[in-house]
């Protein structure tokens, strides 16, 4: 299995202001996904993270307003932007499991963002 | 029409009852899993199947991948099963982060 964390937990923050949010798992993996859940709607995937690469993004998220950190196999950021109230979301990171539980897919707690 | 399906959206029952879950997709798919989200918004795999049913204490998952439909199943559900319970596809070729989500089903259960 695969334990996830997340900094911060929840934030409130102003429109115009920028949030980076960590994510650290417990062992090495090759893909890191970041999620976004708006309020009452499903999850909706922003981008996949590669260590050593650019991040891939997802149709309608683009890398000015999210850019993505991978420094290595452990860790990732995202960084929301140029924040406005249509930002507030809950942001989840992922990771797919790579043992016996092959293609399991893990969550961190998520960060809970509201802007102002 | 969304590609995942679920139904009900929200669903209360008594302690003790036995809880049904649907999920039905329409696209072509390698895996499905169940997810469980709390209120806090932290997200718990629970199962992730291609076929058959499997089992994990009282939750049993099902699916039928001729009918693209699955199901969650709870027996004898309790107050701390109360969450939201997510059906989320991953579409067939494609990258394991690429699931496609439900809108998810709300339970609570009631002592």
């Known amino acids: 299995s695969a334990v996830i964390s997340q900094k911060p937990s929840r934030d409130i923050c102003q429109r115009g202001t920028s949030l980076t949010i960590q994510c650290q798992v417990d062992s090495q993996v090759t893909m890191m996904f970041w999620y976004r859940q708006q309020p009452g709607q499903s999850l909706t995937l922003i981008a996949t993270?590669?260590?050593?690469?650019?991040?891939?993004?997802e149709s309608g998220f683009v890398i000015d307003k999210f850019p993505i950190s991978r420094p290595n196999l452990t860790f990732s950021t995202l960084t929301v932007s140029n924040m406005s109230p249509e930002d507030s979301s809950i942001y989840l990171c992922s990771v797919e499991g790579a043992d016996d539980l092959g293609g399991t897919q893990y969550f961190g707690p998520g960060t809970r963002l509201l802007v102002l | 029409k969304n590609e995942v399906e679920q139904s009900p959206q929200n669903l209360t029952a008594q302690e003790g009852e036995f809880i049904t879950i649907n999920c039905s997709y329409s696209v072509g798919i390698s895996a499905l899993h169940w997810l469980q989200q709390h209120p806090g918004g932290g997200i718990v795999s629970l199962f992730m199947?291609?076929?058959g049913k499997k089992k994990h204490g009282r939750l049993i998952a099902t699916i039928n991948i001729q009918e693209k439909h699955s199901s969650l199943h709870i027996t004898a559900s309790h107050p701390r099963d109360s969450a939201v319970y997510i059906c989320?596809?991953?579409?067939?070729?494609?990258?394991?982060?690429?699931?496609?989500f439900g809108k998810g089903t709300k339970l609570s259960v009631k002592p």
């Open positions: 993270a590669n260590q050593g690469s650019e991040a891939t993004y």
């Open positions: 199947l291609s076929s």
């Open positions: 989320a596809v991953l579409n067939y070729g494609g990258s394991q982060g690429n699931l496609i």
